[in-house]
């Protein structure tokens, strides 16, 4: 316990850092992200992919609630979808060892979101009479999709923030909340090693195996940001593999996921739409970890 109280309070720092900085992006620019990104059209996932990879609170909420209402395409939302990386990126940013590899952990995030979601596009338009995007007005429809929706931190979505809840409430609330996740979630790591030893505990997670991907990928696709957190740490202690990495948090598309389920009228379409996440995100991580890519580890 105290060995992961001041590996956690190491962190702080830097995870204060990236939280203020996320907050300031998300009060200044925010909603025009959401109106941009709705005015694209078939450039739609490419926007989708650069702007859902940036950890702002609630975004897979926003494209889920956009596409519910038919506002943007399939494969915007699921481009959004596959580069969402939760609360791992502000948390792997913390960790000096490992934020070198960030930056490379994004880009494939974001080549695999935009190469996806135009091909779901295509596929929809070739095959199917898509009526991905609706002719509403775009600060009308923008504000009844978004109304009862919130973020991760449970402030509202449709009505932008006071700056004080935005600047530093908000940010401040997150790094406290990440904080806890890490301080328990690195006591929980160390009392399970201390226990079943560190070759056992590694083989629970399917250490040096190719299916190692698949348990991540299963993992990320729990609404909660916990998994990201949870995936990041498993990856800083050498547990799982880069791929299992990338897998795990493609499929993770947040709360934006559990919007997507309890709103969308077609079942069949949440189903395909989770179908292909998990599909992508599984092969995805198994080609990486295949490839030996940040040396398997």
């Not at 519910?68 to 494969?75: C, D, Q, Y």
């Not at 790591?189 to 250490?207: A, H, W």
Request: some cysteine; glycine content about 10%; proline content about 3%.
């Amino acid at each position: 316990m105290i060995d992961a109280f001041f590996d956690s309070v190491r962190l702080l720092p830097f995870l204060a850092l990236v939280y203020f900085l996320v907050g300031f992006f998300e009060y200044r620019y925010g909603d025009r992200v959401s109106h941009y990104i709705m005015r694209l059209g078939m450039l739609g996932p490419v926007a989708g992919a650069l702007f859902g990879c940036i950890p702002q609170c609630g975004f897979s909420v926003v494209a889920s609630a956009l596409y519910v209402k038919r506002l943007i395409s399939t494969g915007t939302l699921i481009a959004v979808f596959l580069s969402t990386s939760d609360e791992a990126i502000p948390v792997l940013l913390s960790m000096p060892h490992k934020a070198s590899m960030v930056a490379v952990l994004i880009l494939i995030k974001v080549i695999i979101a935009v190469a996806v979601g135009i091909l779901v596009d295509y596929i929809i338009l070739s095959f199917f009479k898509s009526n991905a995007v609706s002719g509403a007005p775009v600060k009308t429809s923008y504000g009844d999709a978004m109304t009862g929706h919130s973020g991760c931190c449970s402030h509202g979505l449709h009505d932008k923030p006071s700056r004080l809840n935005a600047l530093l409430l908000h940010p401040l609330l997150h790094t406290v909340k990440i904080f806890l996740f890490i301080f328990a979630l690195t006591a929980i790591l160390n009392f399970s090693i201390e226990i079943v030893g560190r070759q056992k505990f590694e083989s629970i997670f399917l250490e040096g195996s190719l299916f190692q991907p698949v348990f991540a990928s299963i993992v990320g696709l729990i609404p909660n940001c916990f998994a990201s957190v949870f995936l990041a740490q498993l990856f800083a202690d050498g547990v799982i593999s880069f791929g299992s990495l990338v897998a795990g948090l493609c499929s993770g598309a947040g709360l934006g996921l559990l919007v997507l389920i309890r709103d969308n009228q077609d079942r069949r379409d949440t189903l395909r739409i989770i179908a292909i996440l998990l599909g992508i995100s599984i092969i995805s991580g198994m080609v990486i970890q295949s490839a030996g890519i940040w040396g398997g580890v």
